[in-house]
Nanobody, 116 residues
């Protein structure tokens, strides 16, 4: 049973911060690259950031310098620290694990709403 559970979403004013969490199993966490995707209404799902098992990271140009991805190996938890939030960041954010096509496993998503 593969389980990815996101939390930490909510509503925030532009310029504010949120920290998203994604809890999963030890087996998945220790063996798979993990990622955050997001999907805004009427838009296709896009990759926000990813992190490998050895700590290598990627960021979309739109969030680089504002978002930071990290992983806690003891708690099997993925994080996304989101600073200087913009209204354009409003979307459902999804945790994904095990890069495949593009990723094999997905969480249920957590809503992030940024107001002006």
């Amino acid at each position: 049973q593969v389980q990815l559970v996101e939390s930490g979403g909510g509503s925030v004013q532009a310029g504010g911060s949120l920290k998203l969490s994604c809890a999963t199993s030890k087996v998945i966490f220790n063996n798979c690259r993990m990622a955050w995707y997001r999907q805004a209404p009427g838009k296709e799902r896009e990759l926000v950031s990813s992190i490998g098992t050895k700590g290598s990271t990627t960021y979309a140009d739109s969030v680089k310098g504002r978002f930071t991805i990290s992983r806690d190996n003891l708690q099997n938890t993925l994080y996304l620290q989101m600073n200087s939030l913009k209204t354009e960041d409003t979307a459902i954010y999804y945790c994904a694990a095990c890069r495949s096509a593009p990723y094999q496993y997905w969480g249920q998503g957590t809503q992030v709403t940024v107001s002006s």
